[in-house]
């Protein structure tokens, strides 16, 4: 089945996602686009970066729109025809996997960058995380409290409690928090640039599951789901960002990219990269 991505089409694409991330920021946080404007104590958490950000989706988009001829641009879907392999929709293969949809995944990157971004810019500047990690030891000692009433406590399984406690009494607090810290600040630029989105994407739910076992709800379960969707769809989600020109220097473990193939050439010629 074959079909045309045309420049209207991707106008639509745009649309989409400009209503996506002004909903998930109405929904799923407090004054995102009514709040502060700006705060230089607060630099990524205030207003004027999603106002920015949604100028960007709409840039982006019609950026990508420019680039496809007026006649349009053909995408031919084949079915796999190997014995035992279960086929996915068309649209779902499109989405994971054709870079003409990737401003559809801007709204959601733009959100949960900004959210980490907040995150780890609170806990670089503010206090207890980069100074010997009070803060993480105050967050760390409630969790592992037990109501000696009921016997349980924010955390659920007895086997983290323990790991918890552990890391308590040997003070591993003491750099753990400056990791915490650091990391999220890390994952959110990574989303933002688009900058090996998958690993970014993947490490930031390595901190929610880890935020939801020590019994902390917030934003977690909602970052948790869509961070998901951002891992699924990492060959393309980072395409309107650095990971254009990154993945295809750096590949994958089952394609290797420029930076790390070479070509083998007789002796006394000179060695080429690879350029697809």
Not at 200 to 213: E, Q, S, Y
Request: charge should be neutral; charged fraction near 15%; hydrophobic fraction near 50%.
């Amino acid at each position: 089945m074959n079909s045309h991505i045309t420049k209207q089409r991707v106008y639509v694409f745009t649309g989409i996602a400009a209503i996506l991330y002004i909903a998930l920021g109405l929904i799923f946080a407090d004054d995102f686009f009514t709040g502060t404007f700006f705060n230089s104590d607060a630099f990524f958490g205030t207003s004027w970066l999603s106002w920015a950000l949604l100028i960007a989706i709409i840039g982006a988009g019609v950026w990508q729109a420019s680039q496809i001829a007026d006649a349009g641009v053909e995408i031919k879907d084949t079915a796999t025809t190997t014995a035992g392999q279960v086929d996915d929709p068309i649209w779902w293969r499109r989405l994971l996997g054709n870079t003409y949809y990737a401003v559809l995944w801007l709204p959601i990157r733009f959100f949960v960058a900004q959210e980490w971004l907040s995150a780890g810019e609170h806990k670089i500047r503010g206090d207890g995380w980069m100074d010997g990690g009070t803060a993480l030891k105050g967050y760390w000692t409630n969790a592992v409290a037990v109501n000696p009433e009921t016997g349980k406590g924010p955390i659920t399984y007895d086997w983290f409690r323990d790991f918890i406690n552990y890391m308590l009494n040997h003070e591993w607090y003491t750099w753990f928090a400056k990791l915490v810290a650091v990391g999220e600040f890390l994952v959110g630029l990574g989303l933002l640039l688009g900058a090996l989105v998958g690993i970014a994407a993947f490490f930031g739910t390595v901190l929610n599951f880890n935020f939801m076992m020590a019994g902390t709800v917030s934003s977690n379960p909602v970052l948790f789901g869509l961070t998901v969707f951002i891992i699924l769809g990492w060959k393309v989600a980072g395409f309107l960002g650095l990971d254009r020109w990154l993945l295809p220097i750096l590949g994958t473990p089952w394609n290797p990219g420029k930076l790390v193939h070479r070509v083998d050439t007789p002796t006394g010629a000179q060695p080429t990269h690879r350029t697809a």
